[in-house]
């Protein structure tokens, strides 16, 4: 029996899936993190190993090829032992990054989507410039002798042992070239840097894991680890979209658009672009409105109770475009753009149904400026995060979209890392 186990390592945890051939669930585990967000390369390790070895042993024992998602833009520094030489930096916004920009808009063209503070060729940048030369000068350390990594190729290095290898999601952000499958010459011409991960597809066998590793964690000598991808990639291909035209719509803190597409589309002033997947593109634009506005309003319970109170089918008057805080970019770019919560019904009811047909409005026009910009056309959308179950939102999303709105197949961005490993 051959098992396949995915890992998917999120922002308040970490959780593992395997498979079977036929890509039904065997086994499950979970390792929350001490904080918010596990900041070290050690409790990275520690979870890894610990998700391992909670596997059932006659489950794990027969696990054939792993593969592991990262957050992304979440990255390290190492030594040619793997060793961290300095503190991960996570994905999410870090003033480091911002110190860059202007570096980076002399290196990069116009408009690349590696123009951003949190992108990983900006903190590349930094740790070159604030860690390594700093080091470079008071030893005989050479930035030259460094690794640069995301956090899924870390994480696989210690179970395979190979450093210096990614995988194209990961890499986007670093610069990248999923189109020529190569980095391109600007950034090839930059000097003093670490040594660049080489670049794989998703989901290619790297090499069979260290016999120390087998035998520590109980796993089968022979087990192949695959290259990995990011979180939200992950979560995509477990939805079950798998044609041109389907798409992932996920509901959480904020309103997240994906659309596969035979047409790979990137518009920077929109926040748009698209990872490669196979021969196709995922292009996709998150929007601020979303459930961090509802929960302003309403508890849990309020939300369930209000919702079953909805008639769904009767389209509500009240136009609004809930945002926390000024500013969208997607699908309208306007940094100034004013919340807009107003008139407030004196029915709670009327008021929610307001909120989420708007929200509806909001998701329409995204997936209409995606296919304006080229992509294919809208077909079905796959619904995953905390708003995938609210039955009143999904029916005013599908009058909204004209198309199917399903629930995802599956929601653990782990089932998607793992099938990744399927036939390996």
């Known amino acids: 029996m051959n098992f396949y186990l995915g890992i998917d390592f999120g922002t308040s945890g970490a959780r593992a899936v395997v498979i079977n051939a036929e890509s039904i669930v065997q086994a499950e585990t979970q390792y929350p993190f001490p904080t918010a967000v596990a900041a070290t390369a050690e409790e990275w390790q520690q979870a890894l190993e610990t998700l391992i070895r909670q596997i059932p042993q006659n489950i794990r024992g027969e696990i054939r090829a792993i593969a592991i998602n990262g957050t992304s833009s979440t990255v390290l520094l190492c030594d040619q032992l793997g060793k961290p030489v300095a503190a991960p930096i996570l994905y999410y916004n870090d003033g480091r990054g911002v110190k860059m920009l202007e570096k980076l808009k ?12 949190t992108s990983s060729l900006a903190k590349l940048l930094w740790l070159v410039e604030n860690t390594l030369i700093a080091r470079q000068s008071l030893t005989k350390f050479k930035i030259e002798d460094c690794y640069f990594l995301h956090q899924a190729d870390w994480l696989a290095f210690l179970l395979h042992g190979n450093l210096g290898i990614s995988d194209y999601h990961n890499a986007l952000k670093l610069g990248y070239d999923p189109q020529q499958l190569c980095y391109p010459t600007w950034l090839e011409k930059l000097t003093a840097l670490p040594i660049l991960p080489q670049v794989l597809a998703p989901g290619t066998p790297v090499s069979e894991i260290t016999a120390e590793v087998a ?13 990995g991808t990011t979180d939200s990639i992950a979560a995509f291909i477990a939805s079950g979209a798998k044609q041109p035209g389907e798409a992932v719509t996920s509901l959480g803190s ?89 008139p407030k019904p004196a029915e709670a009811v009327e008021f929610l149904q307001g909120l989420l047909e708007s929200m509806s409005r909001i998701e ?47 929601t653990a961005a782990a089932y998607g890392t793992a099938l990744l490993t399927l036939g390996n």
Request: charged share 20%; proline share 6%; glycine share 8%.
């Open 106 to 117: 002399v290196i990069a063209p116009p408009n690349h989507l590696v123009l951003s503070a």
């Open 215 to 227: 035998f520590r964690l109980g796993l089968r000598r022979d087990c192949i680890v695959c290259t």
């Open 254 to 342: 904020t309103l997240v658009l994906k659309l596969l597409s035979q047409t790979r589309i990137d518009h920077a002033s929109y926040g748009i672009y698209s990872h490669r997947l196979g021969d196709l593109w995922l292009a996709g634009g998150a929007s601020n409105t979303g459930g961090a506005v509802l929960r302003q309003f309403f508890s849990d319970a309020q939300l369930d109770s209000l919702s079953s109170q909805i008639d769904a089918q009767q389209e509500s008057p009240l136009d609004y475009y809930p945002l926390l805080e000024p500013g969208d970019r997607f699908p309208v770019n306007d940094p100034y753009l004013l919340p807009k919560l107003e």
């Open 364 to 410: 329409a026009r995204g997936y209409r400026l995606l296919q304006q910009l080229g992509a294919t056309g809208l077909t079905r959308v796959y619904t995953a995060g905390g708003g995938a179950k609210n039955r009143a939102w999904r029916v005013m999303r599908q009058r909204h979209l004209q198309v199917p709105v399903v629930p995802s197949k599956h």
